[in-house]
């Protein structure tokens, strides 16, 4: 709201000099009788020397004041507005719904879209020295599919973040008893992507570090916790925080959790179970 001054004409009002007024004897009526004698002034409201300084009522004053008297704008617009305005600039973050705080919220990676940067591995041992030396990505070629023998020791993913994603998705797989992979480590997680964990006897991947991983487009087939115990395809354990989406367990076996077993924070959608023996998925902590 702009407040604009403008300007106003004033008239100058100017008494009269005092003049000298003859009376006579005063009558009976004490209001209509005249003075005595002449009065040398008004009686009343006699008129000054000069002009007043300014009329007594309801005239402007000759020249307007320096600021308008009420509702006169500060001399600079404030910080903010008063009400229901927005901040000067967005918060750090969002006040609700932060990401993964819903169940609908997806971590997934899509499909590579750069397959010629993909890796031909052909044994268990190369995709292990492969992850040793990646830096955050690792994309095997469509067509890869590994076979772990029993006497090799599963991969450690430790002190690294790194997505581990199959150029075409559902065309990688690892075949093999024993376990598959171990991600553990405060500052470890891993996104496994489009790839198939078939036959592993001792959980095919167990995570163990606090940071978020996720399962997407996977596959779980025929694995077996062969003591007969909790988490045939997948096993949190305490303190972690995993995601599994889009994915298929299918044949899998286990006292406890045939197809998950957490003791940490788990998320699931979007996933088909499928012929499993004992239940699909066990929480406890």
Aim: hydrophobic share 30%; glycine share 6%.
């Amino acid at each position: 709201q702009i407040y604009r001054q403008g300007s106003e004409s004033c008239s100058r009002f100017v008494t009269p000099e005092p003049v000298t007024i003859l009376t006579t004897p005063p009558t009976s009526n004490p209001i209509a009788s005249p003075t005595p004698g002449p009065t040398t002034s008004p009686t009343t409201a006699s008129p000054t020397s000069g002009s007043t300084a300014s009329p007594t009522t309801a005239s402007p004053t000759l020249s307007p004041t320096a600021s308008p008297t009420a509702a006169s704008p500060t001399s600079s617009p404030t910080a903010a507005p008063t009400t229901a305005s927005p901040t000067s600039s967005p918060t750090a973050s969002p006040t609700t719904v932060s990401p993964m705080s819903g169940s609908a919220f997806d971590i997934c990676p899509p499909e590579p879209v750069n397959t010629d940067a993909c890796v031909n591995i052909n044994s268990y041992t190369l995709l292990d020295e492969e992850l040793t030396t990646a830096q955050n990505e690792l994309i095997l070629c469509a067509g890869t599919h590994i076979t772990k023998k029993s006497n090799e020791i599963n991969i450690e993913i430790t002190n690294k973040v790194i997505s581990i994603q199959c150029a075409i998705y559902g065309e990688c797989s690892i075949t093999g008893p024993g376990r598959h992979f171990f991600v553990g480590g405060m500052s470890s997680s891993a996104i496994f992507s489009g790839i198939s964990f078939i036959g592993a006897t001792e959980s095919a991947v167990v995570v163990a570090s606090p940071l978020k991983s996720a399962f997407c487009h996977c596959v779980f087939n025929s694995n077996v916790k062969k003591d007969g115990k909790q988490g045939a395809s997948i096993y949190a354990r305490a303190s972690t925080d995993i995601v599994v989406q889009y994915c298929t367990f299918e044949n899998n076996n286990a006292l406890k959790g045939s197809c998950i077993t957490s003791v940490g924070r788990l998320e699931v959608s979007h996933c088909n179970f499928i012929e499993n023996e004992g239940a699909s998925i066990y929480m406890r902590g």
